[in-house]
Each structure stands twice: as C-alpha cells, then as structure tokens.
C-alpha cells in the first residue's frame, strides 16, 4: 500500500510494549510520530530510540506523541526497553508496536524487500491530530535518523497551519517565513503580515516569522 501526503493514516489494533492499541483511539487530538526500526537489540535502533525518549519534553511542547514499530514480539520489546534505558541514560516513555505480524508493516509500507524481505526499514510518518500524514521519510537500515529535523518539519507544520505563511530551507523556529505566491492583495498583505517583508523578487517575499 503507497501512502502519501494528505491521506488518512490507516487505523490499527497492535499488540505494544503497554498493551494492545487502537491507534486512531491512541493517538486522540495529538500529532504523532510514528517510526519503523529494524530490529531490537541492534545499535542503531538503540540510540534512535534513546533519542527518542529524551526528546519527550520536546515533543510534549508540539502535543506530539511518538510510537515505534517492529516485528519483534512484546517480550523483546520488554527486554530491550532495559538495554535501551540503561546505555542510553532515558526513561522510554512511549510504546513499541510488536508487529509480529507484521500487519502494520505492510499497511505501512515498512518493508523493502531489496533491504530486507523480513524487518522494517526506517520509515517515519508525521501525523496531524486530523489523522492526515503530514511527513513521510525513509532511511535506510544503516543510518540513524536525525530527529533535531522531525521536530523542525513539526515546527514547520504547526506554523503553517495557523498562517499563511511558508518556510524556507533550512528554516528554523523563529526565522524569517516566506509568503506565499497566493497572496497578492496589498491590503491582505498588510493585515496578515503587519511586520513587513523584503522582496528580493516579485515572487520571493521575505517576513518576520509571525507570534505563534
């Protein structure tokens, strides 16, 4: 199943390392990360997931929720969870999908038979609280993901959403925004964007990133 941006991500019941959840009914009002990794006790996974809960603060300020997935069985994720705690100095605060079955696996799109026919590969979907998919990208199983840039897309997203208003690359919290070619009425200009802008050309209008 090809999933792409602006589809409803598909609900599920999984069994998890904190019981069985219904992700629509999980995920309630919240955005959501939700994030393949190969497989337990393997070092990448290890420190993506050590990331991952000390990044909790982070996510709890964005009303985000993050949720990892493998085909390893309750049990292992239990396990593993201690190794993770223990090497990585964190308290995982957030649940592992046992997809034994591998049936959120293949709802997803996780596995990549030229990377592997059995595991997932690392595959992070970006969810907003109208349980749309906002973000998708897929790593390969040797690189670890960079999460400083999840949190940004997510600051991107939220920003967004609540004005008319697009980023550039690179853009970070509080840079300068872009507007977009949609708005040409001056005097619409002048109420959504009361800071001003800078256009280097017709088409590229720089504003101070509006009050959140």
Known sequence: MTLRLGDTAPDFEQQSSIGPIKFHEWAGNSWVVLFSHPADFTPVCTTELGLT????????KRNVKAIALSVDPVESHTSWIKDIEETQKTVVGFPIIADADKKVANLYDMIHPEQS??????????IDPNKKIRLSITYPMSTGRNFDEVLRVIDALQLTDSHTVATPGNWKDGDDVIIPLTVQDPEVIKQKYPKGFKAERPYLRVTPQPNK
Not at 53 to 60: G, H, I, Q, V, Y
């Open 53 to 60: 809960a000390k990044l909790k603060p982070e996510f709890d």
């Open 117 to 126: 026919a059995t595991a997932t590969v690392r595959t992070l979907f970006v």
